[in-house]
């Protein structure tokens, strides 16, 4: 096998979810595919490192050169709601169902020590400065994936706001009822919409 061929079913191999004998099946078709496309994945891969950047506000994605993305700065978004997520994949699946049109904030994980993730690591001091710039009452509700480190985070959050004295500012709600599959992303729209329909304050 050439070693230019070998190298990329390495490369695509190394992807998620991705076994050995579809990343060969994915080099071969991109081996015979026409060239001008094999330019255009080239560049697209590159320009999600190079174009791609955070909305300042949330840490959703926006075009590099926008500091707020367009949730953000949207005039008919409900101010007065913001879904904190862990991850980017819980935020396009709440969003992609079309139920709801509130702000959000991505902390970009959970609080996991044993897999080397800590408070400093996730976007928790915008959150807080969120709900202290507010001219009103916030809810936040924690959609977040139903596990070990959802306790911990959650309970973080539920001290700091007190710690900080802000619990007449913002009333804090969860998913109504574990999903069935654990987790936001690969959850149906009817029960993502239920869980969010039917949230409990904590």
């Known amino acids: ?15 998620p979810w991705i076994w050995e004998n ?13 060239k001008n496309f094999i330019e255009h994945l080239s560049n697209d891969i590159q320009n999600i490192k190079n174009k ?8 959703w994605l926006t075009d590099i050169n926008q500091k707020i993305c367009s949730i953000c ?4 978004r409900d101010s007065k709601t913001i879904a904190v997520v862990e991850e980017y994949l819980d935020f396009l699946t709440i969003e992609q169902s ?8 991505v902390l970009g994980g ?12 996730l976007h928790f001091e915008p959150l807080f400065n969120r709900i202290i710039d507010a ?42 009822r574990w999903l069935s599959s654990g987790y936001i992303e690969y959850a149906d ?14």
Request: hydrophobic content about 40%.
């Open 1 to 15: 096998m050439p070693e230019a061929l070998r190298k990329l079913i390495q490369s695509i191999w190394y992807l």
């Open 22 to 34: 579809r990343a060969t099946k994915l080099a071969f078709f991109l081996l015979n595919s026409n």
């Open 52 to 59: 791609v950047g955070y909305c300042e506000n949330c840490f």
């Open 73 to 76: 700065r949207s005039k008919t």
């Open 98 to 105: 079309g139920w709801y049109k509130w702000l959000y904030h």
């Open 110 to 121: 959970a609080i996991s020590p044993i897999n080397g993730v800590f408070i400093w690591d």
């Open 135 to 176: 001219n009103q009452n916030i809810e936040l509700i924690l959609a977040m994936n139903p596990n070990i480190e959802w306790e911990a985070t959650i309970t973080y959050i539920k001290e700091e706001i007190k710690k900080r004295k802000l619990e007449h500012k913002v009333t804090i709600t969860r998913l109504s």
């Open 189 to 202: 729209n009817v029960t993502l919409m239920n869980a969010l329909k039917e949230r409990r304050e904590l």
